[in-house]
């Protein structure tokens, strides 16, 4: 998992004024050269593994997911399954696979995604910039909200950054966003201010008519939070210091409970999978002598299984469940 580092106290402000956080993310993941919208190169893929890339297991439940969503809304003519952060388009590609002929022939599929639309993706998938509006399905984002830019505070104060990534104190927090950590993140020696966070995910609910909205990340509550914040980066699958040059990931854990609307529910990936039939559990040895090819399959499945579920990994994320004029899910 990406892990927390503490951070030396800033030194103060420089003649040269570095921004605050919020602001050099927002220029280094989403700025013309920006390392989620440049064209060209692997996408976030080639720098870091996420569930969707480790299993197509991932993309089935997710599946699984959109056909309990389509039981509810009654079988509807048209569908709608949203991801939000869609990368590459890999998720919305796995989920169309993994449906039945009829169900898919019905799932209006939207990637929401600031980079370009990726040469080859299946006609099927329309790709937007913003979040549809009146979505009647399911909303689904996977390590969306880790990289909605958020501003950081220490002893009181913004922590500012420059393009080098050397940090300097800034002005102290004041209004919303001191409100905010009194209420989410208190008595932090440093936090990362998730109040932008909040209104990203609230508009996304919004934008749902009637199903589910769900958010998967990194996450924290409140009665444990890091005490010296999660802001860290990622560049080519290694964990590196958050440089916001546009040449790595910048990311931060998300406090979701912070996220959380009336009815929400919060599992863990653990939790959820095993509820939509992701198991770990090693096939029969019988098996192996009746069928040594099928023993073979269930064994990598179930070894793909461990791994979106491992303690310490995967399994660890966390699932913000909100329904939207539907029964709870789990219910």
């Given at each position: 998992?990406?892990?927390?580092?503490?951070?030396?106290?800033?030194?103060?402000?420089?003649?040269?004024?570095?921004?605050?956080?919020?602001?050099?993310?927002?220029?280094?993941?989403?700025?013309?050269?920006?390392?989620?919208?440049?064209?060209?190169?692997?996408?976030?893929?080639?720098?870091?593994?996420?569930?969707?890339?480790?299993?197509?297991?991932?993309?089935?439940?997710?599946?699984?997911?959109?056909?309990?969503?389509?039981?509810?809304?009654?079988?509807?003519?048209?569908?709608?399954?949203?991801?939000?952060?869609?990368?590459?388009?890999?998720?919305?590609?796995?989920?169309?696979?993994?449906?039945?002929?009829?169900?898919?022939?019905?799932?209006?599929?939207?990637?929401?995604?600031?980079?370009?639309?990726?040469?080859?993706?299946?006609?099927?998938?329309?790709?937007?910039?913003?979040?549809?509006?009146?979505?009647?399905?399911?909303?689904?984002?996977?390590?969306?909200?880790?990289?909605?830019?958020?501003?950081?505070?220490?002893?009181?104060?913004?922590?500012?950054?420059?393009?080098?990534?050397?940090?300097?104190?800034?002005?102290?927090?004041?209004?919303?966003?001191?409100?905010?950590?009194?209420?989410?993140?208190?008595?932090?020696?440093?936090?990362?201010?998730?109040?932008?966070?909040?209104?990203?995910?609230?508009?996304?609910?919004?934008?749902?008519?009637?199903?589910?909205?769900?958010?998967?990340?990194?996450?924290?509550?409140?009665?444990?939070?890091?005490?010296?914040?999660?802001?860290?980066?990622?560049?080519?699958?290694?964990?590196?210091?958050?440089?916001?040059?546009?040449?790595?990931?910048?990311?931060?854990?998300?406090?979701?409970?912070?996220?959380?609307?009336?009815?929400?529910?919060?599992?863990?990936?653990?939790?959820?999978?095993?509820?939509?039939?992701?198991?770990?559990?090693?096939?029969?040895?019988?098996?192996?002598?009746?069928?040594?090819?099928?023993?073979?399959?269930a064994l990598a499945r179930a070894g793909e299984a461990?791994?979106?579920?491992?303690?310490?990994?995967?399994?660890?994320?966390?699932?913000?469940?909100?329904?939207?004029?539907?029964?709870?899910?789990?219910?």
């Open positions: 998992m990406r892990t927390e580092g503490e951070v030396a106290d800033p030194d103060p402000v420089p003649d040269d004024l570095p921004v605050g956080w919020k602001e050099a993310m927002e220029a280094a993941l989403y700025g013309p050269d920006g390392f989620y919208v440049r064209p060209g190169g692997p996408g976030p893929a080639g720098h870091f593994r996420t569930s969707v890339h480790a299993s197509p297991l991932y993309a089935g439940a997710v599946a699984r997911l959109l056909r309990w969503v389509d039981a509810q809304l009654g079988h509807p003519p048209e569908l709608d399954l949203v991801d939000v952060g869609a990368g590459r388009g890999e998720l919305l590609t796995g989920v169309l696979g993994a449906l039945p002929a009829e169900v898919a022939g019905r799932v209006r599929a939207v990637a929401v995604e600031r980079a370009r639309r990726p040469a080859g993706l299946d006609g099927r998938i329309r790709w937007a910039a913003e979040v549809p509006q009146g979505t009647a399905g399911l909303l689904f984002a996977n390590e969306w909200l880790d990289n909605v830019p958020l501003d950081v505070a220490q002893g009181g104060h913004y922590v500012l950054v420059d393009r080098e990534g050397t940090e300097t104190r800034g002005p102290a927090v004041t209004g919303a966003d001191r409100a905010w950590l009194e209420r989410w993140w208190p008595g932090a020696g440093r936090a990362e201010i998730g109040r932008g966070r909040d209104e990203a995910w609230a508009g996304a609910v919004r934008s749902v008519s009637h199903g589910l909205a769900v958010a998967v990340d990194y996450a924290h509550t409140r009665d444990a939070r890091p005490p010296y914040g999660t802001l860290t980066g990622f560049r080519a699958g290694r964990e590196v210091a958050p440089v916001p040059d546009g040449s790595c990931d910048v990311t931060a854990h998300v406090a979701l409970d912070a996220c959380a609307g009336a009815g929400a529910v919060l599992v863990s990936q653990r939790e959820a999978l095993a509820l939509l039939g992701v198991s770990g559990a090693r096939p029969p040895l019988a098996l192996a002598s009746a069928d040594p090819a099928a023993y073979v399959r461990a791994e979106l579920t491992a303690r310490g990994g995967l399994g660890d994320f966390a699932w913000l469940v909100q329904p939207v004029g539907v029964a709870p899910w789990p219910g």
